[in-house]
């Protein structure tokens, strides 16, 4: 499940609030003098009641720790949605490059708080540890994974070496769809920007997460930000996974230019290029 970033005629637009439909009651009308006007409402209805969406349980997690602060603000961001429930099971500690490890023995678990005191459960192990302790210890249910936002990005064949993405890969070996997020590198890190991205696209889907069947998925969404500063992103493009870059350098370094004009076609130069890219990669790494 990937889609939901719009091509570049939507460049720079982010979407941080859902706008609920009304739905307005109408009053019977009529009165002795055949006026068309409605007639007054009866004690104890209102004119308009509000549709509410349909209830969502969201599991986060990461891999930087969940004392990082992308983890906290993509938290933040979602639990402003209504109708959702927040549940943070992630690392103990930095556990970034351990991609989909597991520990031999399941790990031990215990109570803690995000950068700004959001209650969680921090797991003494690897990313995809703490999704497995949610799932079979905790016995969490969540509609949808959400794994990030990570520090630095993960693009092309640097995915099967994030523990970011091994988090999101192990949610979709328990049949629940994930996304792995990731703000790219720089010289400082403001994470509101990622932050509204992931709340867009869990927005967009909300109607598609269903609760999991169980069976396995075949890939994630993996949305890399650009690190713009201050400076907006130019847009959101949805690409191929480039499961092979000629120069890796380029995957792994602080290349963004926000300030480009060119437009590439391929995911690496595209994120390079100032674009948050989202693609789907297969849900197991390639070897």
Known sequence: MVGGLGARARAGRVVAAVVLPLLVGVAACGGDDGDDAPAPAAAGTTAAATTAPPALDIL???????????????????????????????????????????????????????ASGIKG?????????????????????????????????????????????????????????????????????????????????????RDEFTGGSGAPLDTVANLNIPN???????????????AAVPDMSTALTNGQDCASAAAPSTEVATFNAGYATLTAIPAKPAQ
């Open 60 to 114: 986060v997690t990461n891999d930087d720790g969940i004392i990082a602060p992308g983890i906290d603000a993509v938290v933040r961001g979602l639990r402003a949605l209504p109708g959702v429930t927040v549940t943070i099971v992630a690392p103990a500690s930095q556990q970034s490059g351990t991609g989909g490890k597991t520990s031999p023995t399941t790990p031990a678990h215990h109570d803690a708080v995000t």
């Open 121 to 205: 459960t921090a797991v003494e192990g690897f990313p995809a540890d703490s999704v497995n302790v949610a799932f079979d210890v905790l016995g969490l249910k969540p509609d949808v994974v959400v794994s990030g936002i990570n520090q630095g990005q993960n693009l092309g064949p640097v995915v099967d070496l994030s523990g970011t993405v091994g988090a999101a890969r192990a949610a979709a070996a328990h049949g629940v769809p994930a996304i792995a997020s990731s703000l790219g590198l720089g010289p400082s890190y403001d994470y509101s920007q990622a932050a509204d991205l992931v709340v867009d696209w869990v927005t967009e889907h």
């Open 228 to 242: 713009c500063g201050t400076a907006k992103i130019r847009g959101e493009e949805e690409l191929a996974h480039e």
